[in-house]
């Protein structure tokens, strides 16, 4: 048995896991056979310390490149599968969330009946969201599955996978969550809540197999994959992601600095890369950068699925 496979066995799947699976096969079978489908992605996974767990290990990811992009695969015409940390960013509802959401509304009362309304001055920018959001709704085109631990992520990304092997090249996968290389083994792992009064509790992580390899080369090998490398040292940035192409063979990487990703990112394939970057004019107007990723991915999977590269 393969590393990644002697891992899955010692990680239960998660609850609801086989409701998620029809979910999943439902929306392949629904769409797969004339549209492109991208599974998306979002948001950080979180390693358990505890069995009944109080504490974890986490990570800084919003979930904003995941539920940016899955918003710009929808209007560009694919169906997306969203696969999110719970309680991170989703698209559309990211434009409505805490208290930029309450800033957006004011109340009025007339004849004793109060009201509350989106103030004037909000109504031009959510009505695009809106109307893409009923869009989505309406045709059924956006799946979303939430998850919270590393375990959880790795059953649905390799459910999702599986499903998607069945439209070969139409499916892409863009995945840009923050998926923890780390990981404390279940048999590692104490019962309860540990106690502060047994001392400085000793943790030892283990390195979690690369998914990458079974994803490409077993799970869904006609697909267009996209993986993001995260890094805070730009001189490891291309080297690492070169690697990665050559170990697993995928499309591209997407890289970025942990301080930078908002607005400049690097595409690198095998042989050449380049800067898909915002300029200060496009930061102003509130351009995002996921938009440029995404066209300019979408272009490329085209041709891809035409057999031309
Ligand atoms: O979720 P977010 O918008 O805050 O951050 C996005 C990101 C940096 C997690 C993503 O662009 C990325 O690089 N994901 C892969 C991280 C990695 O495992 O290297």
């Known amino acids: 048995m393969s590393r990644w496979e002697e891992f899955y066995e010692s990680l239960p799947p998660p609850d609801g896991f ?3 699976k029809q979910r999943l096969h439902e929306f392949c ?8 489908i991208v599974l998306v992605t979002s948001g ?3 390693v358990p310390l505890e069995h009944n767990t109080v504490r974890f290990v986490d990570n800084f990811s919003a979930g904003t490149r995941g539920s940016a992009s899955a918003e710009y695969f929808l209007s560009s015409g694919y169906a997306v599968i969203f696969i999110f940390r719970q309680k991170s960013l989703e698209p559309f509802a ?3 969330m805490g208290l930029k ?8 009362e007339e004849n004793e009946c109060l009201s509350i309304k989106v103030k004037g001055s909000h109504v031009e920018g959510l009505r695009p969201v809106l109307e893409q959001y009923q869009e989505a709704e309406g045709s059924g085109r956006l799946l979303q599955l939430p ?4 375990s959880d992520y790795l059953w649905l990304l390799r459910a999702a996978s599986e499903c998607l092997s069945s439209i070969g090249p139409r499916a892409m996968l863009y995945l840009a969550a923050a998926v923890s290389d780390f990981y404390v083994p279940t048999d590692k792992m104490p019962t309860h809540k540990m106690q502060s009064n047994e001392g400085p509790p000793s943790i030892s992580l283990q390195l979690v197999p690369k998914m990458l390899k079974p994803l490409v080369n077993i799970w869904v090998p006609n697909a267009y994959v996209v993986s993001f490398k995260l890094e805070t040292d730009a001189e490891l940035l291309i080297k690492k992601s070169r690697e990665a192409l050559n170990k697993y063979n995928h499309k591209l990487v997407i890289a970025n600095i942990l301080q930078t990703r908002k607005y400049k990112v690097m595409f690198v394939f095998p042989n050449h890369d380049y800067e898909v970057n915002l300029n200060e004019d496009e930061i102003k107007k509130g351009i995002e950068i996921e938009s440029k990723i995404v066209d ?3 272009k490329k999977h085209e041709l891809y699925i035409g057999g031309m590269v």
């Open 147 to 150: 998850f919270t631990t590393l």
């Open 29 to 36: 079978k629904r769409l797969g056979a004339k549209n492109k």
């Open 94 to 96: 990211r434009h409505f």
């Open 296 to 298: 300019d991915l979408a």
């Open 18 to 20: 086989d409701d998620a």
């Open 44 to 46: 950080g996974t979180t």
């Open 101 to 108: 959401f309450l800033n957006m509304l004011e109340m009025a």
